[in-house]
């Protein structure tokens, strides 16, 4: 059986709030709104490059741990390819985020930076080594 990857699941408090922050820092569109039968508003949305994003809020009587932008157990953080990441970092604090480590790395080569962007959440940036 062969498989393929669908989706990355990010839960908000406010789930438009953050997936206008998305459309904004990373070219997201989204593709769904709407409020499920479980009460929770849940918003597709669509990378540039096709992957799908969801975003939603607490299910009915449901309690949620705050977020956590620092290295931990699990889905620690999800990365994007920026092709200057030193403007990618401006920008994006402009838009909010906040720069948690970084850019490592020497010109020339991989360069990363993390950043915390909505609800906690960890953003690796990558800065790929130019082709040889």
Not at 57 to 68: F, K, V
Request: glycine share 12%.
């Amino acid at each position: 059986m062969s498989y393929e990857f669908n989706h990355v699941h990010l839960k908000a408090p406010d789930p438009k709030k953050t997936a206008d922050w998305y459309v904004k820092a990373f070219n997201f569109k989204i593709v769904g709104d709407i409020v499920r039968p479980v009460g929770d508003r849940f918003i597709r949305c669509q990378t540039a490059d096709g992957v799908g994003v969801n975003i939603s809020g607490a299910r009915s009587g449901e309690t949620l741990d705050p977020g956590n932008a620092g290295a931990h157990w699990g889905i620690e953080h999800f990365g994007v390819n920026v092709g200057d990441i030193e403007a990618e970092i401006k920008r994006l604090t402009d838009l909010g985020a906040k720069l948690l480590e970084g850019p490592n790395g020497n010109k020339g080569e991989l360069r990363i930076a993390f950043i915390k962007g909505p609800d906690d959440t960890r953003i690796e940036l990558l800065q790929q080594p130019p082709a040889r």
